[in-house]
């Protein structure tokens, strides 16, 4: 099994949501140990600059914004960007600061305080410490560059010579909770990213100079075309969880077949694969230092794999819970066939002393 | 800690496999149909484990035996006239195969002389002093002339009848096809078989059995049994299939005509397919599945899926036409195989709802739209399939399917094609496909078969 691993430094740590000034000053801290390199101020925050192993930049911003306007609450922002071409941007991406008593918005349902932080050389992974991500409050984003499937070529897309249309010359994503309408900002469920299903509703994908920023609504409003349903799910920005044939879980009740422990053997274990990355019906990369695994775990939920003399530790991002979940059969009815998945972020690697010294 | 969890990326492959065999229906014989599916058995390294030949029964009325009295005076025995002619008036019995009749004629001996050898379809024979030796000598004359050994008894139901029963001279249903007649009562010396053993997967086997029988029906479109005697019907092809974790279930799947199809087999696993639709072209798939091996103690998987069992079938096209298996299904672990049968469609009793688990094969892929690479190759992945310690067990909601391994030499690909014969390179082999999702909600994907013969010197197993 070949995973992406950038055998570079990975940093994750809990940061306090507020102020705000502090988490962006944490945060800057641990891309800069992951070799993200600052290219100077943005906003109150900062744009970075990030080289994936096999050669591919993007850019990243961070920065915060007070409440307002309208039902804005106080918020981060992320957005990534081509190098290539810096007015090449991708969505805005809004994640909360934290819901604390003596906020007009708190419950203690939905208060979070704490955001969870991950981060490689070339990828971050944001979520708030909460049970729940699929909430009404959007406190995830993700985004990064990608193992690139195929041939890469690291020439920037400006060039003269246009890369053949099967090389990759740029790569990059964001995704995140928020639908970016500020009218139902905190009042209506959270959008699918990858903190709370394998498919993202609202993202920014860029392949080669050709970016798509998406935003599917959620079901069951019309109309159908611009919804996340069937006709739009296959296409989305959307993780390669193990699925099975048929759409299981589409009965109810009795009639329903059961996985709740996952996609598992009769001796109780999952299985674990690399992170493909779908967009459009193609297979356009992985996650660096990511696996995907077939049984649900709670966020933040730390595993352990050893293989190949190999031991691993693992932190659990994905948990797909909450009242709309994923896969749709037809425009109203939907299945959350993410119930049998998470998806890992690489904590720690090192030779398992008991098998030996050989990477996988 | 999960200990190497990692996903296979490989189907296993077996060290002797048969390949993708096509079977012939030009001459639409079950006799030829099941002799080929015989060889291609022992072309998937299949061991033959026992035989046991057709037998069948038909029953007559003493009285038609009828017997002579010695003249007195004796005379001189006279020629039949034209014994040899065209008339058959007054056979006591027949065999047919085909066009080609044989008719057994009875003569006083103390009046007439008749031919000693067959001629011209007739086998003349002596009647006897009493209707049993009438009897005797009719059997002896059909042993001596047909592919049967005939012997006769009283009928233990009916003191006024005889029963001639006939048992085939070859091992097994080799002459099925030819109908004797005495009188009244099964159509087909039929029932023989063969038993051909898998090899041993983890200490577990399959045992399958090839049978002709008539097959009998309750109702039109119902149930259908095959256990002699049975008395209507047309000769068909039967595979029973036990394993040696449940020697005493059987599954027991028709072929309902001798179709033009696709054998592939390896020491494990088989797979029957056609490309034709209707009720009428039949298929299977049993496989002892290959359980990754972290996870192999004690696992020892069973997949059966065919069109048509012992169970009214609505979906005859479902292994060609699906990766997910609604009806005619056995699955299990430990090598027990637990299957459906008819009650389980009831509206009543354990499981109202008529429904069962559904053993499905589980990859990555998209729902009713292909997965490609960004060089517009679907990407091909081993076939794992889900499934249940009992397809039958309810409440259905209450109990957790498992991964049960990997079906052999198998893949799955991420697109479909409309060709079922097309065949292309993979993992620097040839392959063959099988089935395809046809579904609009399923994972789009199509499931490929390793197409050239490993292990063994290419051979012709077709009709």
């Known amino acids: 099994?070949?995973?992406?691993?950038?055998?570079?430094?990975?940093?994750?740590?809990?940061?306090?949501?507020?102020?705000?000034?502090?988490?962006?000053?944490?945060?800057?801290?641990?891309?800069?140990?992951?070799?993200?390199?600052?290219?100077?101020?943005?906003?109150?925050?900062?744009?970075?600059?990030?080289?994936?192993?096999?050669?591919?930049?993007?850019?990243?911003?961070?920065?915060?914004?007070?409440?307002?306007?309208?039902?804005?609450?106080?918020?981060?922002?992320?957005q990534m960007g081509s190098d290539a071409s810096p007015g090449t941007v991708g969505w805005e991406h809004a994640f909360i600061a934290g819901v604390y008593s003596g906020d007009s918005n708190y419950t203690a349902a939905t208060a979070f305080t704490q955001y969870s932080v991950w981060c490689n050389r070339c990828s971050v992974f944001i979520g708030a410490v909460h049970s729940d991500p699929k909430n009404s409050y959007q406190k995830a984003v993700q985004g990064g560059v990608p193992f690139a499937s195929g041939a890469v070529l690291s020439t920037p897309c400006g060039g003269e010579m246009p890369p053949p249309a099967v090389a990759t010359a740029e790569l990059w994503f964001s995704a995140g909770d928020d639908s970016g309408n500020p009218s139902i900002f905190s009042t209506a469920s959270a959008y699918w990213s990858f903190r709370n299903q394998y498919v993202c509703q609202r993202y920014s994908l860029c392949h080669n100079g050709a970016i798509t920023s998406?935003?599917?609504?959620?079901?069951?409003?019309?109309?159908?075309?611009?919804?996340?349903?069937?006709?739009?799910?296959?296409?989305?920005?959307?993780?390669?969880?193990?699925?099975?044939?048929?759409?299981w879980i589409r009965a109810a009740g009795s009639l329903a077949q059961k996985f709740e422990g996952g996609f598992i053997y009769p001796d109780g274990s999952p299985v674990v694969l690399n992170p493909l990355l779908?967009?459009?019906?193609?297979?356009?990369?992985?996650?660096?230092?990511?696996?995907?695994?077939s049984k649900p775990m709670a966020l933040d939920q730390v595993e352990s794999i050893s293989a190949s003399g190999v031991l691993t530790t693992w932190q659990n991002y994905m948990t797909a819970t909450g009242p709309t979940p994923g896969y749709f059969y037809d425009d109203l009815s939907y299945v959350n066939e993410a119930a049998a998945a998470a998806f890992l972020l690489l904590r720690a690697r090192e030779a398992d002393t008991d098998e030996g010294n050989v990477a996988y | 800690m999960l200990i190497d969890p990692f996903l296979s990326t490989e189907p296993p492959y077996s060290e002797r496999c048969s390949g993708v065999r096509e079977i012939s229906d030009e001459d639409p014989s079950p006799i030829k149909w099941l002799g080929a599916i015989k060889g291609c058995f022992?072309?998937?390294g299949w061991t033959q484990t026992g035989n046991v030949p057709s037998e069948g029964d038909q029953q007559i009325s003493k009285s038609h035996m009828w017997f002579t009295t010695p003249p007195i005076p004796p005379v001189v025995p006279a020629l039949i006239d034209d014994p040899c002619g065209p008339s058959t008036s007054g056979g006591l019995g027949r065999m047919t195969t085909g066009d080609?009749?044989?008719?057994?004629?009875?003569?006083?001996?103390?009046?007439?002389?008749?031919?000693?050898?067959?001629?011209?379809?007739?086998?003349?024979?002596?009647?006897?002093?009493?209707?049993?030796?009438?009897?005797?000598?009719?059997?002896?004359?059909?042993?001596?002339?047909?592919?049967?050994?005939?012997?006769v008894s009283d009928n233990p139901a009916n003191a006024n009848e005889f029963n001639f029963h006939y048992t085939s001279a070859a091992p097994a249903w080799e002459y099925d096809e030819t109908v004797p007649w005495v009188g009244w009562g099964e159509h087909y010396v039929d029932g023989g078989y063969y038993t051909y053993r898998s090899q041993s997967l983890n200490g577990c086997t399959l045992t399958v059995r090839l049978q002709n029988?008539?097959?009998?029906?309750?109702?039109?479109?119902?149930?259908?049994?095959?256990?002699?005697?049975?008395?209507?019907?047309a000769l068909q092809p039967w595979l029973m299939i036990k394993s040696s974790g449940s020697p005493f279930d059987e599954w027991q799947s028709v072929f309902w005509t001798p179709t033009h199809c696709f054998f592939h087999g390896g020491p494990f696993q088989f797979a029957i397919w056609t490309d034709q639709k209707d009720r009428f072209h039949s298929s299977i798939l049993v496989s002892m599945l290959q359980m990754d091996i972290p996870h192999f103690t004690g696992?020892?998987?069973?997949?059966?899926?065919?069109?048509?069992?012992?169970?009214?079938?609505?979906?005859?096209?479902?292994?060609?036409?699906?990766?997910?298996?609604?009806?005619?299904?056995?699955?299990?672990?430990?090598?027990?195989?637990?299957?459906?049968?008819?009650?389980?469609?009831?509206?009543?009793?354990?499981?109202?709802?008529?429904?069962?688990?559904?053993?499905?094969?589980?990859f990555r892929g998209l729902r009713n739209v292909p997965l490609y690479t960004l060089s517009d190759t679907a990407l091909a992945q081993p076939a794992y399939v889900i499934l249940s310690e009992d397809p039958t067990g309810q409440p259905r909601g209450d109990q957790q399917d498992f991964i049960g391994g990997r079906l052999w030499d198998m893949a799955i690909v991420t697109d479909t094609t409309l060709n079922l014969d097309s065949k292309t390179m993979m993992s620097g082999r040839k392959w063959t496909q099988m089935s395809t999702s046809t579904r609009p909600t399923d994972l789009l994907g199509s499931l490929w078969v390793t197409h050239d013969p490993v292990g063994q010197e290419e051979t012709d197993a077709g009709v």
């Open chain 2, 100 to 151: 080609l009749t044989t008719w057994f004629m009875p003569y006083d001996p103390y009046r007439y002389l008749a031919p000693t050898e067959p001629c011209n379809g007739k086998v003349w024979f002596p009647v006897g002093l009493t209707n049993q030796e009438t009897a005797d000598n009719l059997a002896e004359a059909m042993t001596d002339n047909s592919p049967f050994l005939v012997t």
């Open chain 1, 278 to 293: 779908y967009h459009n019906g193609r297979v356009i990369g992985e996650i660096y230092d990511a696996a995907l695994i």
């Open chain 2, 299 to 362: 696992a020892n998987p069973i997949l059966i899926v065919s069109s048509e069992n012992l169970d009214m079938q609505m979906d005859y096209q479902q292994l060609m036409e699906k990766l997910h298996w609604q009806d005619s299904i056995g699955t299990g672990f430990n090598n027990q195989l637990h299957y459906t049968t008819w009650p389980n469609r009831s509206t009543s009793g354990p499981n109202p709802d008529g429904k069962f688990r559904t053993p499905m094969v589980m």
């Open chain 1, 214 to 247: 998406a935003n599917f609504h959620s079901p069951p409003n019309p109309p159908p075309e611009t919804m996340m349903g069937w006709r739009n799910e296959p296409y989305a920005l959307q993780l390669g969880i193990m699925r099975t044939a048929r759409a």
């Open chain 2, 42 to 44: 022992e072309l998937a």
């Open chain 2, 213 to 233: 029988n008539t097959t009998g029906c309750f109702r039109p479109g119902g149930v259908y049994w095959l256990e002699k005697p049975a008395i209507i019907g």
């Open chain 1, 1 to 78: 099994m070949g995973l992406a691993f950038t055998d570079d430094e990975i940093r994750y740590a809990i940061l306090a949501a507020r102020p705000e000034a502090d988490f962006l000053d944490a945060l800057n801290t641990m891309l800069l140990e992951c070799g993200w390199i600052r290219l100077g101020d943005f906003n109150n925050g900062s744009e970075y600059g990030i080289v994936s192993p096999q050669g591919l930049t993007a850019r990243c911003r961070f920065w915060s914004l007070a409440a307002g306007p309208g039902n804005w609450p106080r918020r981060f922002m992320m």
